[in-house]
């Protein structure tokens, strides 16, 4: 079945330890980008990958970090998380940056307290 | 990324009720996307459109590419309670500009 996966689903964590959460797509899509989705904001993107090797910012890339080694997999690292990244993360895929249909995952509710 | 307009914030409608969100940006896209986002899922597409004015279908939804390439709207016809969701536009510029400007999002209420 042709998925995006992310793990965790929920994070608890405390302010300044840094986390990663981890996407994987079995499509064998280039494109893969994160966003993050805020009440009243909508989905705004943090990072995104054309290929293996190439990242880019998004909108909202502060306090991010990303790295795309294989074709498959873009972690997406918060090395200080603070408060204002309590927020719910989709990680998404298509099969090229051009491609208009992006595969979301299920999401990952993050909480810093 | 470009803003784009998205209303209404929500709407509580009853069973069998026709339904009509609408989504305007100050920037030309090239493709308008609509993405409908089920409780604790992440979104999913519904509807994409490639070429202003055009009008399509999918099922109970119509969306038209605004002739101005600034708008785009989406119908729900006689609607039913699993449309209860998120709706999201989404722009895409497309050549140059690969990202996805979303919209806020509309929430839609549906009661038996």
């Known amino acids: 079945e042709a998925q995006v996966t992310q793990n965790p689903r929920y994070l608890i964590t405390v302010t300044g330890k840094k986390l990663t959460v981890t996407c994987s797509q079995n499509?064998?899509?280039?494109?893969m980008s994160w966003y993050r989705q805020d009440p009243g904001l909508g989905l705004r993107q943090i990072y995104y990958?054309?290929?293996?090797?190439?990242?880019d910012k998004g909108d909202v890339p502060e306090g991010y970090k990303v790295s795309r080694k294989e074709k498959r997999n873009f972690p997406l690292i918060l090395e200080s998380p603070s408060p204002n990244q309590t927020s719910l993360y989709f990680c998404?895929?298509?099969?090229?940056?051009?491609?208009?249909?992006?595969?979301f995952g299920q999401g990952t509710r993050l909480t810093v307290v | 990324g470009q803003q784009l307009n998205q209303s209404p914030q929500s709407m509580f409608i009853q069973e069998g009720e026709d339904v009509s969100m609408n989504c305007t940006s100050s920037s030309i896209f090239n493709t308008w996307l609509w993405y409908k986002q089920d409780p604790g899922e992440g979104p999913v597409l519904l509807i994409a459109?490639?070429?202003?004015?055009e009008l399509t279908s999918n099922g109970r939804l119509t969306a038209q590419f605004g002739i101005t390439r600034k708008d785009s709207f989406l119908n729900i016809s006689a609607s039913i309670p699993s449309d209860v969701g998120i709706y999201f536009c989404?722009?895409?510029?497309?050549?140059?500009?690969?990202?996805?400007?979303f919209g806020k999002g509309t929430s839609l209420l549906v009661t038996p």
């Open positions: 499509m064998n899509h280039e494109y």
């Open positions: 989404a722009g895409q510029l497309g050549n140059s500009g690969y990202a996805l400007n």
């Open positions: 990958s054309m290929n293996v090797e190439v990242t």
């Open positions: 459109l490639y070429k202003a004015g």
């Open positions: 998404a895929s298509s099969l090229t940056g051009g491609t208009t249909e992006a595969f």
